[in-house]
């Protein structure tokens, strides 16, 4: 979300109509701020990149080879990266080949992360037996096993948690055997074992969960489409080894009424027990029937009211013209932090969630268009009305709009449909220029980071927004501006594709999507750090929203403009293609997954032996 300094819009300005009908059986009500509390780094960690030569590029010291053809540039094959690679195998029978060098793990890091690319060819026709196998070993354990199963068309990064050696010195080791015949060839390149964080354990099972969630809903509106009733269920999977006894429904949107007026009221829960609300009635605990263990799964459903606030919010209507976003209930997340029940933060986003399926149906009046996230279908209702069914997977949210719109179309030279919706007094110049922008945008930030995968993209314009923009998956409001709508179509990147936790890591998607900007527009930030003053000595890039909500004027600033810069000034240091392999192989290793500082900081450090030491403390960026 691109933020301005203040909030046109109060609470009392809001309009919020009250679901009779609807009520939980239990809704004691607590404004308290968040219960999260956050594990504090407790000693000094110096983060490094310890494998030597990984990339093969400066002979073969010091690794240890088998044979002398091992490390090599020879025909083939071809590298990751450079012109020289590790070939183990790859001779048609019964052979063994090894490939080793000694690490040092750093004393006083939480994270080590062994990172390798590795191709597979084979000559192998069978589909479900292993003849020839490679282990990636370090010491005398092994970390993980391949075979001629996982013939691959081309390189694959493959990353291993080996923070248990920290402080060790250990032999890291790759090796590859063969039967007595038809070839597998194991390739590998750009090997790198990097370290970070403090010695503090996780408090609980860093694993995060509720996993792979799908939500069905069913709503229908009124004649306005402000208020909006109907089912929602989601089945869930327990993913991690802790056992899972309740889960959260986030009510985001309660922020924009009150305890005693809630625009989402949930009723009439199945499949576990409605506790209390909590976080200014932002948060619902659900109690399961038992408890699940690793690899359970559950489903849980409610009854649902939605009443749209007036206001040209992301959440609200703008007279005629509905804009609903955050209004589904989600599942909140447990992983090595606890629960999140972060509170809503109005200066910037607090919705840390998982990839989830979302199969939405909106039954509404004829007259009112309905852009939703995912592809929508519309098929005819009741009388004058219009049920459109949304789809959408592998996403983190699911939101709408409704209202008289005027839409136009297209698609981008790579083939995305891109649809953009306008309030009236919008000229139609201005909703061609953004579709032209979004075609433009969609592409050139797929070009760097991957192909857009969410079908069709739909874009609302409205010049009263007060936010400037906002993302949603394969759904944004927006200003008319060509550099708002990039930034927030940015976001389908750095967000909604790549993950992270949006109030603790801000800088993770805000950052990261206005330096994607910048490189679609053209920009090159030349100089942009050397502006740079800090606030305090406790203003850093890598702040959480609690620090900026108490900080609200130098959030944009610091978030935005001095992380941009940051990635600016990185991309200095490694070199343009060097950076531009790094998000792609970052986006592509986190692609429906959650980032985190530490794993980018790792990622980068991987990338380059330049240590980076000094570069992450001068730009303030911790974890």
């Not at 309740?246 to 009723?267: F, K, Q």
């Not at 609903?324 to 599942?331: D, F, H």
């Amino acid at each position: 979300m691109r933020s301005t300094p203040h909030r046109a819009l109060g609470a009392g300005a809001l309009i919020v109509a009250a679901l009779a009908a609807l009520s939980l059986p239990s809704t004691p009500a607590s404004a308290q701020p968040a219960a999260q509390s956050r594990a504090a780094a407790a000693a000094v960690c110096t983060p490094a990149q310890v494998v030597a030569n990984g990339g093969f590029e400066s002979g073969t010291s010091p690794w240890s080879q088998s044979s002398s053809t091992v490390i090599t540039s020879r025909s083939g094959e071809s590298a990751h990266g450079g012109s020289s690679y590790a070939w183990l195998d790859g001779v048609g029978s019964t052979h063994t080949d090894t490939l080793s060098q000694s690490v040092t793990i750093p004393a006083g890091c939480s994270t080590a992360t062994l990172t390798f690319w590795l191709h597979i060819d084979t000559d192998e026709t069978t589909s479900s037996v292993a003849y020839d196998k490679l282990s990636a070993k370090i010491g005398a354990t092994t970390l993980a096993t391949y075979s001629n199963l996982d013939d691959t068309a081309g390189y694959v990064q493959k990353s291993l948690d080996v923070s248990a050696y920290a402080g060790q010195t250990v032999s890291l080791s790759f090796t590859g055997t063969e039967d007595s015949s038809l070839q597998t060839s194991f390739v590998l390149d750009d090997i790198a074992l990097a370290t970070s964080g403090g010695t503090t354990p996780p408090p609980t099972d860093a694993t995060r969960t509720p996993a792979a969630p799908a939500y069905t809903a069913n709503l229908s509106s009124d004649t306005s489409g402000t208020v909006w009733t109907g089912h929602e269920s989601v089945s869930f999977t327990n993913a991690s080894a802790t056992a899972l006894g309740e889960v959260y429904l986030r009510l985001w949107d309660n922020y924009h009424g009150t305890c005693d007026a809630m625009p989402i009221r949930v009723s009439n829960v199945t499949g576990g027990t409605a506790g209390a609300l909590s976080v200014g009635c932002t948060a619902l605990k659900i109690d399961l029937p038992s408890p699940l263990n690793q690899g359970q799964s559950a489903t849980i459903g409610f009854d649902l009211g939605i009443t749209v606030p007036s206001g040209a919010d992301r959440f609200g209507h703008d007279g005629a013209y509905s804009f609903i976003g955050n209004a589904l209930p989600v599942l909140a997340v447990r992983d090595s932090a606890g629960w999140h029940l972060d509170p809503y933060t109005n200066n910037g986003e607090s919705f840390y969630s998982l990839a989830a399926d979302f199969k939405v149906t909106l039954d509404h009046p004829s007259s009112l268009l309905v852009p939703a996230t995912g592809t929508s279908t519309d098929t005819p209702g009741s009388s004058g009305r219009t049920v459109t069914t949304a789809t959408a997977a592998k996403v983190r949210d699911f939101a709408w709009g409704a209202g008289p719109f005027t839409k136009i179309s297209g698609t981008s030279t790579a083939g995305v449909p891109i649809n953009v919706y306008s309030v009236s007094g919008i000229s139609s110049s201005s909703a061609q220029s953004m579709l032209s922008t979004a075609k433009s945008a969609v592409d050139a930030h797929a070009a760097r980071f991957g192909a857009y995968p969410y079908g069709e993209l739909d874009a609302v314009i409205d010049n009263n927004y007060w936010f400037g923009g906002m993302e949603y998956p394969g759904f944004v409001l927006d200003l008319v501006s060509t550099t708002a709508l990039t930034h927030e179509i940015g976001h389908q990147w750095w967000y909604g594709i790549v993950g992270d936790d949006e109030y603790n890591s801000p800088w993770l998607d805000e950052a990261f999507t206005d330096y994607a900007t910048d490189l679609a527009l053209g920009k090159t930030g030349s100089g942009c750090w050397s502006s740079v003053s800090w606030a305090s000595s406790t203003e850093k890039i890598t702040n959480s929203m609690a620090y900026w909500d108490a900080h609200s004027s130098r959030y944009s600033t610091v978030v935005y403009g001095y992380g941009k810069c940051a990635l600016h000034d990185l991309r200095r240091v490694l070199g343009d293609s060097v950076m531009a392999k790094l998000l792609k192989d970052y986006a592509a290793a986190h692609w429906y997954g959650v980032s985190t500082t530490a794993e980018f900081k790792a990622a980068a450090q991987a990338a380059t032996s330049t240590d980076l030491t000094s570069f992450w403390s001068q730009h303030r960026i911790e974890g």
